[in-house]
């Protein structure tokens, strides 16, 4: 089976729309053993990660970063990098629409598009929208064509393997770690004030782990401030985050598809939101008493993230309590082997 990615990382999109792609491509990959071709389209923007889908043995083509790329014009050059006709198309772009994938369908049968804001038409047979929201069920009703299978809701969260093997979700047995990842590119610079404050805080027993993406722009910076700090490990571009959400007792960090990998790992979580896209389920999980929202990126400081800590770290009940609630959103049947299995029955249909 052939299949092609559309999806872009930056330093100011981040990396989120890329990760979970790969995430993706592995499971058709496994699932389909050799008889998979899979290949991405991506921009040649900085940070754009195709290094990295390279090693993880996908091909890749770098499609060109002017800033005055259109529907056409994208699809113009997609079309001229898929030298060959592909049974299926994913389309992770918030930028990229119904025009889009109409003019790829001269190379590609069938198309789905993962999406996360519902506020464009999509020419795609199968949609993705892992978020939870009160309207879930009519968000897409008049932006897909009636023919479109529509996956809604957590059960459809593209998880890592690694969150779903069996691993202790009693957070009883947690110590006082704290986990902070603001994502791959943070481009409010959040880790930094995190460092800040956990150096500010001095809560007695605490330690914590850093994790940032390959490409942030403090790396260097942040990796001499957390070597100069006690009980404080900086990790960049790791492939182990299930285990470090399942060591820890509280984490720091922005919204997106980082909610579904800690609610699977039955972690309380401060979040702030770094994107308008995030606004919504972080605030309708914060409403369950899955997480608490701190606010917006520009709202926040490095004295308002120590007052936050301390007082939470004090509050083992209440944190018990998000633990557990944030422990029900994802079904335990839920992840990409659900997606992967509508996957092949949209193309063998």
Not at 3 to 31: E, N
Not at 216 to 228: G, I, T, V, Y
Not at 255 to 281: D, F, I, M, Y
Not at 316 to 332: D, E, H, N
Request: hydrophobic content about 45%; glycine content about 6%.
């Amino acid at each position: 089976m052939n299949i092609a990615f559309r999806c872009d990382a930056s330093d100011v999109i981040g990396s989120g729309h890329v990760m979970r792609c790969l995430t993706l491509a592995d499971a058709l990959a496994d699932s389909l053993a050799q008889r998979a071709d899979i290949h991405f389209l991506c921009r040649a923007e900085p940070g754009h990660l195709g290094a990295l889908i390279a090693q993880r043995g996908y091909s890749v083509s770098l499609l060109s970063a002017e800033s005055t790329l259109t529907e056409t014009s994208d699809a113009i050059q997609s079309l001229a990098a898929l030298t060959e006709d592909y049974q299926l198309l994913i389309v992770d772009h918030y930028s990229l629409a119904a025009h889009y994938c109409l003019q790829l369908r001269q190379r590609c049968h069938k198309v789905m598009v993962i999406d996360d804001l519902a506020d464009r038409s999509h020419d795609c047979d199968l949609v993705l929208d892992q978020n939870l929201l009160p309207d879930a069920e009519s968000r897409y009703t008049q932006l897909v064509p009636q023919h479109c299978k529509q996956l809604l809701g957590p059960s459809y969260v593209l998880l890592r393997p690694e969150f779903c093997q069996a691993q202790s979700t009693d957070y009883r047995q947690r110590n006082n770690r704290l986990l902070v990842f603001f994502g791959g590119a943070d481009p409010f610079n959040l880790t930094k004030m995190a460092v800040d404050a956990i150096s500010e805080l001095k809560f007695p027993g605490l330690t914590a782990d850093i994790v940032i993406g390959a490409t942030h722009p403090l790396r260097s910076e942040l990796k001499q401030r957390c070597a100069a700090l006690p009980g404080v490990s900086l990790h960049v571009q790791c492939d182990y985050m299930a285990r470090l959400m399942y060591q820890a007792r509280l984490m720091l960090g922005a919204g997106g598809a980082s909610h579904w990998e800690r609610c699977k790992c039955a972690l309380p979580a401060l979040v702030v939101t770094v994107a308008e896209n995030q606004q919504a389920t972080t605030a309708y999980l914060a409403k369950l008493g899955a997480c608490v929202w701190l606010g917006q990126a520009a709202e926040v400081s490095a004295s308002y993230f120590a007052e936050q800590l301390r007082y939470y770290l004090t509050q083992p009940t209440l944190l018990t309590r998000i633990s557990k609630q944030a422990a029900t959103l994802v079904p335990a049947t839920a992840g990409t082997q659900a997606v992967v299995s509508a996957i092949n029955t949209l193309v063998r249909g």
